[in-house]
């Protein structure tokens, strides 16, 4: 029975073999967000299906449901069958290629009459696009970078679909007999945004029964390998995992070896010869004599080099080695240090819920300040906002905020677009009355980059613009961010005091950890927000903590970890 995985997947091919169609984009959006509601998800839609409320599901109307129904009975939907004979579905592979759009795609076939990626390099390399009607050699050129940055991407799996299943792994294995412990490792425990196969690591003396429930998990499609204490397995959506398993005894040696990074762990080695010592992932032993020292845990390990522990997150041989010798390792910034969202979406835009259900549910998380932040109205998409609707928007979070008193603090705010020429959607009068002004880039990413650091840098600059949300606009998989200058980006941000925004969200996750590192040395503030459009979409705030911690943050580097008190203080030296 298909997962949720493979319904989204479906669904997004529907969605982008309609877009080249040429069909209206409310009903490819019906299918996409279809497509995000169910990998949202906290439970398979197949229970939904047997429990008679697809419905319930948010995003799923009566003829979605009925799609569903048909995948999950039969596993082939005859709307999608049809479609494909219409539009060669391996057209839906080149929207993944950067400024390949479907109207382009659509020409391009039907004038070349080509369906292949490598039959569109070739024409391109042939000259043969740039004859096309609205087309030209910068096209074309473009294409031919575009399918170049598509070669590049590794098909590393991005972490918010690799730390759940990860999860979901770990908690079965915990509850088999006589499993001490399970924990992930290699770059998914150190928090990359992109992960290889998973790593699981147990700590059982009997390794039978581990290796029995890992083979029978929900899902597994295939057993790569068994032995007696590595199990490897693939899942249905193409996900490998491997399970080692270890002597209770020498768990924390093993933990610390797989979760890397490599670099890290020579530096631990080096230590460890310092001291006499040789260290494996089984275990120190002392170089004279031959005699183990053995680790239950990671602390120990640390302990018997002298350090104090390491949080996984720094372990990118990046100085933490050093710090921790100077006992200088920060204190690292955590969930629960998070006192406001700055960026949060409500039915005004492209949210699910009413700005009063995102109140309550944000309060509910133990958030004090939200700011909603429905987007502008050039991103007409999204049902970006004129200032009229503004206006009616803040009598609304008025009224709102009368109504939940102390329990949060509402902020009127817009996320505005910068737009493809640098301007701001509104102008500056309107942007100085709203309590916040967070600026992004959605559109016309793939300018050349002295024109798309221009635009940034006009936006960081204007006085009335608090966070850049976002900032290189990337979408992991699928989309390299902007092509910036991000040396000129962060110099600017630190000369004007913006704060940069570290977006939550699994397929952004934009600043990365190495450019908020940098801002953080720089002086500039950094705020780490959700970017929630649903109530399940704060429980991300998890990941953007993690991008945090890898960038080594603490809570005064993040603008909503500050009180309410210091957080306003700060809005108003900004002229808010």
Known sequence: ?????????????????LEIKGEIIYKTLAYRKAAESLLSLGREAAEYWKEGKLEDI???????????????????????????????E??????????????????IWKTLGITALSDLETAAKEGKLRSLPGMGAKSE????????????????????RAYP?????VRTLKGVKGVVAAEPAGSLRRMRSTVGDLDILVAAKDSVPVMEAVVNLPGVSRVLGKGETKVSIEFADGIRAQVWVHPPQRFGTALQYATGSKDHNVQLRQLALEKGLSLSEHSFTKVKGGKEILCATEEEVYATLGLPWIPPELREDRGEVQAAKANKLPKLIEVKDIKADLQVHSTWSDGKLSMLEMARAAAKRGIK??????????????????????????????????????????LHASEVEIKADGSLDY?????????????????????????????????????????????????IPDREGADLDMDAVLNAAAESGVA?????????????????????????????????????????????????RRAWLTKNDVINAWSTEKLLKWLKNRGK
């Open 1 to 17: 029975m298909m997962n949720n995985r493979q319904l989204a997947d479906t669904f997004t091919l529907i969605a982008n073999l």
């Open 58 to 88: 948010p995003g799923v109307g009566k003829a979605i449901a009925e799609k569903i129904d048909e995948l999950l009975r039969t596993g082939k939907l005859e709307f999608l069958e049809k479609l494909k004979q219409e539009v060669p």
């Open 90 to 107: 391996e057209l839906a592979s080149w929207l993944a290629v950067p400024g390949l759009g479907p109207k382009k795609i659509a020409l």
């Open 141 to 160: 050129s473009a294409i031919l970078e575009g399918i170049a940055s598509l070669a590049r991407r590794s098909g590393r799996i991005p972490l918010g």
């Open 165 to 169: 299943l990860a999860q979901e792994i």
């Open 369 to 410: 300040v939200i700011a909603f932040t429905d987007h502008s109205v050039s991103l007409g998409v999204t049902g970006g906002l004129s200032i009229e609707r503004h206006e009616q928007q803040a009598a609304e979070i008025k009224a709102i905020q009368k109504q939940l008193g102390d329990e949060i603090l509402i």
């Open 427 to 475: 102008p500056d009068e309107f942007l100085a009355s709203l309590d916040l002004v967070l600026a992004s880039m959605h559109t016309s990413l793939r300018q050349p980059r002295e024109k798309v650091t221009e635009r940034m840098l006009n936006a960081i600059r204007n006085p009335h613009v608090d966070i850049i949300g976002h900032p290189t606009g990337r979408l």
């Open 500 to 548: 940069l925004e570290i977006n939550a969200h699994p397929s952004r996750l934009d600043l990365d950890d190495m450019y908020a590192r940098r801002a953080k040395e720089l002086g500039i503030p950094l705020s780490i927000n959700t970017d929630a459009h649903s109530e399940g979409d704060f429980d991300m705030l998890f990941y953007g903590v993690a991008i945090a």
